[in-house]
């Protein structure tokens, strides 16, 4: 089992509160020794885009502490894309995230990270919101796009870190973000519980 330093002859066990590919990739990418565990938190949508964000990163990070042991460091996340403050979740279904990506098409949408690391009874949160811009997608790409699949599991029905980097044209702020984990919002937070990055 994967574990972080915590002092001279301890350590601490990194736990992430997701299934998402992209957040593990993001950590192994990193070098961060961790293990992942489902929160099994709905991820519902309403009010602002940021609380909710904030809101649901704490609900997932308390939901894996309280079963993942006293020494782990839990990190819980939540990822939201928001179109002129409206909450863009991940599509129902081919039609749906044609739709959205008709409504991205040559617009500017915000994406929200909220981040909460649970250690010790404490939970430290904190966000980034990064602005994306999307240039014009003919129909037809977006049909094309669709029909790859990779937007239907996916916020805002596409992957910046995939095919959907095509339609990309600026992104203003934290790029990880957009993946869907944060990385120097996570360093920071995991530097106040005693946790600290080493390349």
Known sequence: MA??????????????????????????????????????????????????ALTLSQRKALAVAERAGKDAIVVGVDTIVAL??????????????VEMLGKLSGRVHRVYSGLTVAYGGRLLSDYRCTEVRVR?????????????????????????????AAFVEEIRGCF?????????????LLAKVGWRFRI
């Open 176 to 188: 990880y973000n957009v993946v869907g984990l944060p990385v120097c919002a996570l360093l920071e």
């Open 136 to 164: 014009r997608i003919s129909p037809e790409e977006i049909e094309a796009y669709v029909a790859t699949g990779e937007p239907l599991d996916k916020a805002g029905a596409y992957a910046v870190q995939g095919r959907g």
């Open 84 to 97: 002129d403050g409206k909450v863009l979740g991940k599509p129902s279904g081919p039609q749906e995230a």
């Open 3 to 52: 574990r972080a330093r915590k002092g001279e002859g301890e350590v601490r066990e990194i736990v992430l509160a997701s299934a998402s590919p992209r957040r593990r990739e993001i950590l192994r990418m990193l070098g961060i020794p961790f293990r992942a565990e489902e929160s099994g938190v709905e991820e519902g949508t309403t009010g602002d885009p940021l609380s909710c």
